[in-house]
Nanobody
Framework: EVQVVESGGGLVQAGGSLRLSCVTS????????IGWFRQAPGKEREREGI??????????LYQESVKGRFTISSDNTKNTVFLQMDNLKPEDTAVYYC?????????????????WGHGTQVIVSS
């Protein structure tokens, strides 16, 4: 059984930082793309990930809204992907979901991802 588990969310002031973790099990981690998605209050989950990383070749992708502020990384020894979030803004407030895909999809699109975690809440106060 594949499991995807996020952690690291919390309440932070604007300008602060958080590091999210995503641990997977039940899949060959090195063969997968891991993506981070978010769902803001009252909105649908975004169709494109805010960031993705391929564990095959380490290519990464970021949404424009988080470029320069968020950094994705992967530790194959721990089957874990991290999302370092710096200079957080109130508009980053959302539930953040981690997901795994067996392929590298264009624009980190949500439909490529078949395995999802339950999310971790991030609240950024102004």
């Amino acid at each position: 059984e594949v499991q995807v588990v996020e952690s690291g969310g919390g309440l932070v002031q604007a300008g602060g930082s958080l590091r999210l973790s995503c641990v997977t099990s039940g899949l060959i981690f090195e063969d997968y793309t891991i993506g981070w998605f978010r769902q803001a209050p009252g909105k649908e989950r975004e169709r494109e990930g805010i960031s993705c990383i391929s564990n095959v070749d380490r290519r990464t992708l970021y949404q424009e809204s988080v470029k320069g502020r968020f950094t994705i990384s992967s530790d194959n020894t721990k089957n874990t992907v991290f999302l370092q979030m710096d200079n957080l803004k109130p508009e980053d407030t959302a539930v953040y979901y981690c997901a795994a895909a067996a392929v590298w999809g264009k624009r980190c699109a949500r439909n490529y991802f078949g395995f999802w975690g339950h999310g971790t809440q991030v609240i950024v106060s102004s």
